[in-house]
């Protein structure tokens, strides 16, 4: 079976590519007469987080029925198995976006379940809030749409709950963005990231962004500048193209001085996804991640710049509609830390992948005075990496509604680490 992430392969007892509800039955009757657990997946972007499977049947949803939005009510209607790609071409054209992730790749569910965080959520907030409904299997075989205590576990819970085959999600009125990305050679780091640090916290809601670390291997539409050495990267989505927006860009980019590279523009909302320079194919990858309750700048230049191997160290924006608890969110409605770390490194083979690994670990050493022990569990970047995303009051409430649908634990193995007490 395929994974995005082919570093972490899956290796199941027996594999299912369910495109209807009823495979998605079937399979767990199947399984539950050999006598397996069940996993479930869809693109593997989060392959390395999954923990062996060798007990299990794995059902990857590829749920047939296509995108539907319904324009009037600003919801899309989406089956298990699209990707973030597909809901943008079918909700830019009628000036609608939703709360999607930097890559058109990703697949919605795991985003939506996990917490996803966008170039938008500073506005609209963490993408579970976003869900209007959960269509799922539950481990008794029973299609139904989840509602009250399991509608709130489902959105942030930790996953183990059954197999997802449809979401549907609130959209929002968005028909132009400024979105790009500027680049300065990684000895302007210190500078830009103090600029950066400063700008961030005070900035409006309408505007997410990101700054990186990067090692950009050459390619179309990576110029030399970028790809002759580690570079500083600053880029995000401000909603809308007026006055306010330019003038919220200018406050963004003016103090940072002229880049070496610059693609900041004004576009519809379906240019977002290219913003972020996201891989669009399989990769061997692996990454770590942290949230952070503020960073010193000249700390992290000199732990994640100078001599890195990594594609990226990156500092996210939080703060905004992030920060504020949802009145009907789910379990996960928002991350009040101001500040995400994450890395990614190529895996591509084993001396990269060491080296790699090296120095994230020497990051995350150096970034420890900040680290809150908290994660976002979209970014976590493997299994055995160290989460917290609920508290302890939580874990006992999802436990106990997963115990309900679940009884015998047969998606017990689909569970986030530290989303449950259960060993
Ligand atoms: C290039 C790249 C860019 C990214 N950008 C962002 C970003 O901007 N913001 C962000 O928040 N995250 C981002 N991510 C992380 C991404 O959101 C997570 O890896 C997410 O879990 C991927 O969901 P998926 O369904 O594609 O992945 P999968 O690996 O297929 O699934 C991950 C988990 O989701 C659950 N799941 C998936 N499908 C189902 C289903 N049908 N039923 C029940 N559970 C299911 C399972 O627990 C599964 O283990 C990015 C990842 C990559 C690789």
């Not at 950066?196 to 179309?220: C, E, F």
């Not at 409605?333 to 992948?353: F, K, N, R």
């Not at 020497?362 to 970014?379: C, K, M, N, Q, Y």
């Given at each position: 079976?395929?994974?995005?992430?082919?570093?972490?392969?899956?290796?199941?007892?027996?594999?299912?590519?369910?495109?209807?509800?009823?495979?998605?039955?079937?399979?767990?009757?199947?399984?539950?007469?050999?006598?397996?657990?069940?996993?479930?997946?869809?693109?593997?972007?989060?392959?390395?987080?999954?923990?062996?499977?060798?007990?299990?049947?794995?059902?990857?949803?590829?749920?047939?029925?296509?995108?539907?939005?319904?324009?009037?009510?600003?919801?899309?209607?989406?089956?298990?198995?699209?990707?973030?790609?597909?809901?943008?071409?079918?909700?830019?054209?009628?000036?609608?976006?939703?709360?999607?992730?930097?890559?058109?790749?990703?697949?919605?569910?795991?985003?939506?379940?996990?917490?996803?965080?966008?170039?938008?959520?500073?506005?609209?907030g963490l993408a579970p809030n976003s869900i209007r409904s959960i269509d799922l299997v539950t481990a008794d075989g029973e299609p139904r749409t989840a509602d009250g205590e399991?509608?709130?576990?489902?959105?942030?819970?930790?996953?183990?709950?059954?197999?997802?085959?449809?979401?549907?999600?609130?959209?929002?009125?968005?028909?132009?963005?400024?979105?790009?990305?500027?680049?300065?050679?990684?000895?302007?780091?210190?500078?830009?990231?103090?600029?950066?640090?400063?700008?961030?916290?005070?900035?409006?809601?309408?505007?997410?962004?990101?700054?990186?670390?990067?090692?950009?291997?050459?390619?179309?539409?990576?110029?030399?500048?970028?790809?002759?050495?580690?570079?500083?990267?600053?880029?995000?989505?401000?909603?809308?193209?007026?006055?306010?927006?330019?003038?919220?860009?200018?406050?963004?980019?003016?103090?940072?001085?002229?880049?070496?590279?610059?693609?900041?523009?004004?576009?519809?909302?379906?240019?977002?996804?290219?913003?972020?320079?996201?891989?669009?194919?399989?990769?061997?990858?692996?990454?770590?991640?942290?949230?952070?309750?503020?960073?010193?700048?000249?700390?992290?230049?000199?732990?994640?710049g100078s001599g890195s191997p990594l594609l990226s160290a990156e500092l996210r924006q939080l703060g905004g509609a992030i920060g504020r608890p949802h009145p009907e969110g789910?379990?996960?409605?928002?991350?009040?830390?101001?500040?995400?770390?994450?890395?990614?490194?190529?895996?591509?083979?084993?001396?990269?992948?060491?080296?790699?690994?090296?120095?994230?670990?020497?990051?995350?050493?150096?970034?420890?005075?900040?680290?809150?022990?908290?994660?976002?569990?979209?970014?976590?970047?493997?299994?055995?990496?160290?989460?917290?995303?609920?508290?302890?009051?939580?874990?006992?409430?999802?436990?106990?509604?997963?115990?309900?649908?679940?009884?015998?634990?047969?998606?017990?193995?689909?569970?986030?680490?530290?989303?449950?007490?259960?060993?």
């Open positions: 079976m395929k994974t995005f992430n082919m570093a972490a392969p899956v290796d199941p007892a027996e594999g299912v590519v369910a495109h209807t509800v009823a495979d998605v039955q079937a399979a767990i009757r199947r399984a539950v007469s050999k006598g397996l657990r069940v996993r479930t997946y869809t693109t593997g972007h989060a392959s390395a987080t999954y923990g062996p499977m060798h007990d299990a049947l794995v059902i990857q949803t590829d749920i047939e029925g296509g995108v539907r939005v319904d324009v009037d009510a600003r919801t899309a209607r989406i089956p298990a198995g699209s990707s973030w790609g597909e809901v943008v071409a079918a909700t830019s054209p009628h000036g609608l976006v939703a709360v999607h992730g930097t890559a058109a790749t990703v697949g919605v569910v795991g985003y939506m379940l996990r917490g996803g965080l966008s170039f938008y959520s500073r506005m609209f399991l509608f709130w576990a489902l959105r942030g819970g930790g996953g183990g709950f059954g197999v997802v085959t449809a979401v549907e999600i609130d959209l929002f009125p968005v028909s132009s963005v400024i979105t790009g990305a500027s680049f300065w050679p990684v000895a302007e780091a210190g500078r830009i990231v103090k600029l950066w640090r400063d700008w961030a916290k005070d900035a409006p809601d309408t505007v997410t962004t990101s700054l990186r670390l990067m090692n950009i291997a050459p390619g179309p539409g990576k110029p030399e500048p970028i790809t002759s050495g580690q570079v500083v990267c600053v880029d995000g989505a401000i909603i809308g193209d007026t006055a306010e927006s330019r003038s919220i860009r200018d406050s963004l980019l003016g103090p940072l001085g002229e880049p070496v590279h610059d693609t900041w523009h004004a576009a519809g909302p379906e240019a977002v996804l290219a913003t972020h320079m996201d891989p669009p194919n399989p990769v061997k990858s692996f990454g770590d991640h942290m949230l952070l309750n503020d960073v010193d700048a000249d700390t992290f230049v000199a732990a994640a789910g379990v996960l409605d928002h991350v009040a830390e101001p500040l995400l770390y994450q890395c990614v490194g190529s895996a591509a083979d084993p001396a990269t992948t060491e080296a790699g690994r090296r120095r994230a670990e020497r990051i995350r050493a150096e970034l420890a005075p900040w680290d809150t022990g908290r994660t976002v569990p979209s970014f976590v970047g493997s299994h055995l990496q160290p989460q917290g995303h609920l508290d302890a009051e939580q874990v006992v409430a999802v436990d106990r509604i997963r115990q309900q649908v679940d009884p015998t634990g047969l998606f017990r193995g689909d569970i986030c680490p530290n989303a449950t007490v259960a060993t």
